[in-house]
């Protein structure tokens, strides 16, 4: 277990399409285990493979109610809309207002590689919606509506 540094936003990193994971092999179980420690470390609810500068599609979510891993996740559909405040720990002090789909259905391998479905809502939907964003390249700057506020604390 690790803490790996996290890719600033100008990083290209960031801009890249992310491959499938093809096999759930040890490096990948690391590479979750560190994903995990490094968003715990920052306090932060979501984390991207890219985000720490491997380009593969897993992602790691924990909105309070303990940890997700998703693997090659998919959202196969949603519904309704949400419009709230967004922030990336790849942009840290900065928040957004971004709307998003207020329920999201999305379908992923968890560590061991079972399929799993999640109906999610609310902040987690937003959150697969972010990370899901960010394997494709996509960061939450891109669907701001207004401006991008600094926190100053
Ligand atoms: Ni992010």
């Known amino acids: 277990m690790a803490i790996r540094n996290i890719v600033k936003f100008g990083d290209d990193t960031l801009r890249k399409t992310c491959k499938p ?3 759930i092999t040890k490096r990948t179980k690391i590479l979750i285990e560190d994903m995990l ?6 306090d932060g609810v979501g984390l991207a493979a ?7 599609r897993v992602c790691v979510i924990d909105v309070g109610n303990g940890p997700v891993v998703m693997i090659n996740p998919v959202i196969t559909s949603t519904e309704g809309e949400q419009t709230g405040t967004e922030g990336c720990l790849s942009n840290p002090g900065k928040y957004g207002t971004v709307t998003r789909p207020a329920k999201v259905t999305a379908t992923a391998m968890d560590e061991n590689g ?5 109906e999610a809502e609310g902040l ?11 394997l494709d390249g996509v960061v939450f700057t891109d669907k701001v509506t207004g401006d991008v506020i600094s926190e100053n604390n």
């Open 50 to 56: 890219p985000q720490v500068g491997v380009l593969r």
């Open 37 to 42: 420690d490094t968003m715990y470390n920052a």
């Open 114 to 118: 079972e399929v799993k479905v999640y």
């Open 21 to 23: 994971v093809d096999a």
């Open 124 to 134: 987690f939907a937003r959150a697969i919606c972010h990370e899901l964003d960010h």
